[in-house]
């Protein structure tokens, strides 16, 4: 099983940007999917989660600015992140509770991160 992380990049502050994360790999089903990031200097902070009905839950700290949808029959979660700020700079990594088989408890899979730069 392997997540994929993609559209990170550079952006000026009051920008946006669209990251993808696609699943693939032999496996029985995905149920939550979502988010966090990591500033350089600072912990690991959880940003939204999205479950296999579509029901969100974000962090305040992008709460009104991110979105996050997934498509299931894409195997894939997305954020959108709208009117981002110097401080949403950060590496972004994707994560999903896999089960491989039925039956089996969903195992938390991580994707590589992908940076997202947010200055002028």
């Known amino acids: 099983v392997q997540l994929q992380a993609s559209g990170g990049g550079l952006v000026q502050p009051g920008g946006s940007l669209r990251l993808s994360c696609a699943a693939s790999?032999?496996?029985?089903?995905?149920?939550?999917m979502g988010w966090y990031r990591q500033a350089p200097g600072k912990q690991r902070e959880w940003i939204t989660t999205?479950?296999?009905?579509?029901?969100?839950v974000l962090a305040d700290s992008v709460k009104g600015r991110f979105t996050i949808s997934r498509d299931n029959t894409k195997n894939t979660v997305y954020l959108q992140m709208n009117s981002l700020k110097p401080e949403d700079t950060a590496v972004y990594s994707c994560?999903?509770?896999?089960?491989?088989?039925?039956?089996?408890?969903?195992?938390?899979?991580w994707g590589q991160g992908t940076q997202v730069t947010v200055s002028s």
């Open positions: 994560y999903a509770g896999i089960s491989r088989t039925r039956g089996d408890p969903a195992m938390i899979y």
């Open positions: 790999g032999s496996f029985f089903s995905i149920n939550d």
């Open positions: 999205v479950t296999i009905a579509g029901s969100a």
